[in-house]
Nanobody, 122 residues
Framework: QVQLVESGGGLVQAGDSLSLSCAAPVRTLRSMGWFRQALGKEREFVGSIDRSVGRTSYTDSVKGRFTISVDNAKNTLYLQMNSVKPEDTAVYYC?????????????????WGQGTQVTVSS
């Protein structure tokens, strides 16, 4: 069983920056992603990384503001969030799979973290 543990959430103001971390065995995982779920809404894709080619993908609403990266030495996946907006408020989840998957599809991921709350005030 693979454990994913997110951290770094909190309350910030619009325009601030925030970095989320996900502790995971990143060196062995092929596909890793970040999703978020706002209150009363479905869980949605934020961004992902295909470890085999190092390619990242992002949903349009966060392009240019959010960045995904991996630190192999620390076994950690990151989501750097800049210029945050109130609409970024949600519980953020990291997800992973050992397989090559359709990375924007949340049903493809095999492992999930418990989530970390991000609240952006206006």
């Amino acid at each position: 069983q693979v454990q994913l543990v997110e951290s770094g959430g909190g309350l910030v103001q619009a325009g601030d920056s925030l970095s989320l971390s996900c502790a995971a065995p990143v060196r062995t995982l092929r596909s890793m992603g970040w999703f978020r779920q706002a209150l009363g809404k479905e869980r949605e894709f934020v961004g992902s990384i295909d470890r085999s080619v190092g390619r990242t993908s992002y949903t349009d609403s966060v392009k240019g503001r959010f960045t995904i990266s991996v630190d192999n030495a620390k076994n950690t996946l990151y989501l750097q969030m800049n210029s945050v907006k109130p609409e970024d408020t949600a519980v953020y989840y990291c997800a992973a799979s050992f397989r090559p998957i359709a990375i924007m599809n949340r049903y493809e991921y095999d492992y999930w973290g418990q989530g970390t709350q991000v609240t952006v005030s206006s």
